[in-house]
Nanobody
Framework: VQLQASGGGLVQPGGSLRLSCAAS???????MGWYRQAPGKQRELVAR???????YLADPVKGRFTISRDNAKNTVYLQMNSLKPEDTAVYYC?????????WGQGTLVTVSS
């Protein structure tokens, strides 16, 4: 599975962005996730959605971010609202299926005035 992330950019604090991750094949049986890595920090899980649509959001983003999936389009989304400077990071798309893990290239999100 190849993953293509997009949608990053520069946004002011309080603004919104929507990240997209398009897969090269079906994601129906796949757990999809978004991770991020800020400068000098370890990569961390931001959000995850199971094949059945059950979602998990990390505490720092609860109430602000939403993860969703469109299996017909083989795409997963991360809607990010009320962005904070501490959300600045490279965001990576992740897929887990049948014991295998796949990563997309990162997309940079910068939250700054």
């Amino acid at each position: 599975v190849q993953l293509q992330a997009s949608g990053g950019g520069l946004v002011q604090p309080g603004g919104s962005l929507r990240l997209s991750c398009a897969a090269s094949g079906s994601i129906r049986d796949t757990v999809m996730g978004w991770y991020r890595q800020a400068p000098g920090k370890q990569r961390e899980l931001v959000a995850r959605i199971t094949s059945g649509g059950i979602t998990y959001l990390a505490d720092p983003v609860k109430g602000r971010f939403t993860i969703s999936r469109d299996n017909a389009k083989n795409t997963v989304y991360l809607q990010m609202n009320s962005l904070k400077p501490e959300d600045t990071a490279v965001y990576y798309c992740n897929a887990k299926r049948w014991g295998e893990t796949y990563w997309g290239q990162g997309t940079l999100v910068t939250v700054s005035s």
